[in-house]
């Protein structure tokens, strides 16, 4: 990996200005290159480029170079790098109160839980940090409520999960896990998750007939695994299944939420409420970590004192930013834009090579190149030379490319983003 790093870019020195100095610092790319591998793990392999400032749709390197972020930090970037709104909600709380943990009332948390189950149409919401603490803790509440309200007997719950799934590397994300590269050497693990296939309704049918079964956790579109879109009536398929047999049906819109694939919630384009739902990501609107539970009182209310908490999580500074972002989405159209302008970018990228490119899938503004590897031609390759052209995209498992600008973006941004694709892959 090192050696690609290295040879993708040079050592050209620049400058830019120290934050704790009013001296130009000098740095290159290389040296942050050479830095990293010293002293940093190696549990990522990041595409070689060195992103010192972001605005908007745009991000640039220390060289100063400029690109279209087509990552968007994996969604969490929906509102755009450092959306003016949200980033003077976060100054403004900074200035007067950041943390006072859970062990006392604050201010601002009250406000964010009454806006946010309002907006959503929901009883109860339970704040934390990381999106795998949102979906370890959706997987909490379903084994509470299956004891207590279900009569699952004591600690013999299951909890069903969808194949290609991902909500993160925690001891619990990656017992549910189909992917080798995340579970791989890290067992023992949970017992009592089932995986199913994605989009099979049938095999759903057949493992919701086990009584002591709590919940079925399923992304409405799987985001890591490439953009994958179920078949039209998958979800409310879902939705039956899960009140026939008495169990939760918890939605991972953790990336697929908050306007990315032009709604709301994913799940709300088949009109499906789920039991649960979990958020993260652009709930934060890239300031930093907040993640939420959304539940009803049945299953929300099976958690009481001292059976669940965070430090952080629903901090009175994570509040503000939350509600500073999601106002973003709801008064800026956000959602409508998504739809809007995820229309332009698959008419756009359908014109790809189809012996380079023979899948181009999603919804939204939440896209997915599947390559067809040969020779030279391969995701890695087609991401470095987008990264030469102005484009900032990232390969996912194997030879797939994920496609998601943020929200805010304009026709003519798309337009002139899309080009530079279809111009990188065409001339590979």
Same mark, same amino acid.
């Given at each position: 990996? #090192?050696?690609?790093?290295?040879?993708?870019? *040079?050592?050209?020195?620049?400058?830019?200005?120290?934050?704790?100095?009013?001296?130009?610092?000098?740095?290159?790319?290389?040296?942050?290159?050479?830095?990293?591998?010293?002293?940093?793990?190696?549990?990522?392999?990041? =595409?070689? &480029? &060195?992103?010192?400032?972001?605005?908007?749709?745009?991000?640039?390197?220390?060289?100063?170079?400029?690109?279209?972020?087509?990552?968007?930090?994996?969604?969490?970037?929906?509102?755009?790098?450092?959306?003016?709104?949200?980033?003077?909600?976060?100054?403004?709380?900074?200035?007067?109160?950041?943390?006072?943990?859970?062990?006392?009332?604050? $201010?601002?948390?009250? $406000?964010?839980?009454?806006?946010?189950?309002?907006?959503?149409?929901?009883?109860?919401?339970?704040?934390?940090?990381?999106?795998?603490?949102?979906?370890?803790?959706?997987?909490?509440?379903?084994?509470?409520?299956?004891?207590?309200?279900?009569?699952?007997?004591?600690?013999?719950?299951?909890?069903?999960?969808?194949?290609?799934?991902?909500?993160?590397?925690?001891?619990?994300?990656? @017992?549910?896990?189909?992917?080798?590269?995340?579970?791989?050497?890290?067992?023992?693990?949970?017992?009592?998750?089932?995986?199913?296939?994605?989009?099979?309704?049938?095999?759903?049918?057949?493992?919701?007939? $086990?009584?002591?079964?709590?919940?079925?956790?399923?992304?409405?579109?799987?985001?890591? /695994?490439?953009?994958?879109?179920?078949?039209?009536?998958? #979800?409310?398929?879902?939705?039956?299944?899960?009140?026939?047999?008495?169990?939760?049906? %918890?939605?991972?819109? %953790?990336?697929?939420? =908050?306007?990315?694939?032009?709604?709301?919630?994913?799940?709300?384009?088949? *009109?499906?409420?789920?039991?649960?739902?979990?958020?993260?990501?652009?709930?934060?609107? *890239?300031?930093?970590?907040?993640?939420?539970?959304?539940?009803?009182?049945?299953?929300?209310?099976?958690?009481?004192?001292?059976?669940?908490?965070?430090?952080?999580?629903? @901090?009175?500074?994570?509040?503000?930013?939350?509600?500073?972002?999601?106002?973003?989405?709801?008064?800026?159209?956000?959602?409508?834009?998504?739809?809007?302008?995820?229309?332009?970018?698959?008419?756009?990228?359908?014109? #790809? $090579?189809? /012996?380079?490119?023979?899948?181009?899938?999603?919804?939204?503004?939440?896209?997915? =190149?599947?390559?067809?590897?040969?020779?030279?031609? /391969?995701?890695?390759?087609?991401? =470095?030379?987008?990264?030469?052209?102005?484009?900032?995209?990232?390969?996912?498992?194997?030879?797939?490319?994920?496609?998601?600008?943020?929200?805010?973006?304009?026709?003519?941004?798309?337009?002139?983003?899309?080009?530079?694709?279809?111009?990188?892959?065409?001339?590979?």
């Amino acid at each position: 990996m #090192l050696s690609r790093v290295r040879s993708a870019l *040079g050592p050209v020195r620049v400058s830019y200005r120290s934050l704790s100095t009013s001296k130009p610092a000098q740095i290159t790319a290389q040296e942050v290159y050479d830095k990293e591998a010293k002293y940093g793990a190696t549990n990522y392999a990041p =595409l070689p &480029v &060195v992103l010192a400032k972001g605005e908007g749709v745009y991000a640039w390197d220390v060289e100063g170079k400029k690109y279209y972020d087509f990552l968007s930090g994996f969604s969490v970037l929906n509102q755009g790098h450092r959306h003016p709104k949200i980033v003077k909600a976060l100054k403004d709380q900074v200035d007067k109160l950041t943390l006072v943990s859970r062990a006392f009332y604050s $201010d601002s948390l009250a $406000d964010f839980e009454e806006y946010a189950t309002k907006l959503f149409g929901y009883s109860r919401i339970l704040p934390m940090n990381t999106g795998v603490e949102a979906a370890d803790l959706s997987i909490k509440l379903a084994r509470r409520w299956a004891y207590e309200v279900k009569g699952v007997p004591r600690y013999k719950a299951k909890i069903i999960f969808a194949a290609g799934n991902f909500w993160g590397r925690s001891i619990a994300a990656l @017992s549910a896990s189909t992917d080798p590269d995340c579970y791989g050497g890290y067992g023992p693990y949970v017992p009592n998750f089932i995986n199913i296939p994605f989009d099979d309704l049938r095999a759903l049918e057949r493992f919701s007939d $086990d009584p002591d079964v709590a919940a079925f956790m399923v992304e409405p579109i799987q985001g890591e /695994n490439g953009a994958v879109v179920p078949q039209e009536g998958y #979800l409310r398929g879902v939705r039956e299944i899960c009140n026939k047999n008495k169990i939760l049906f %918890i939605a991972d819109e %953790i990336q697929t939420g =908050l306007g990315r694939t032009g709604k709301w919630l994913a799940c709300q384009h088949e *009109g499906v409420r789920p039991d649960i739902v979990t958020l993260g990501k652009a709930l934060s609107g *890239g300031m930093f970590a907040i993640s939420a539970v959304l539940a009803d009182d049945e299953v929300m209310l099976s958690i009481k004192p001292g059976q669940h908490g965070s430090t952080f999580g629903g @901090s009175p500074l994570a509040a503000k930013v939350a509600i500073a972002s999601l106002k973003v989405i709801e008064e800026e159209k956000l959602c409508e834009n998504a739809e809007k302008m995820g229309k332009v970018l698959f008419s756009e990228l359908s014109s #790809l $090579d189809p /012996n380079i490119v023979p899948v181009v899938r999603g919804k939204g503004l939440l896209g997915c =190149l599947v390559v067809r590897p040969q020779g030279k031609i /391969n995701a890695w390759n087609i991401c =470095l030379k987008l990264r030469d052209n102005g484009v900032l995209a990232k390969p996912i498992r194997g030879e797939m490319i994920r496609i998601a600008p943020p929200l805010i973006i304009t026709k003519e941004q798309l337009i002139e983003a899309t080009t530079i694709i279809k111009k990188t892959i065409h001339s590979m």
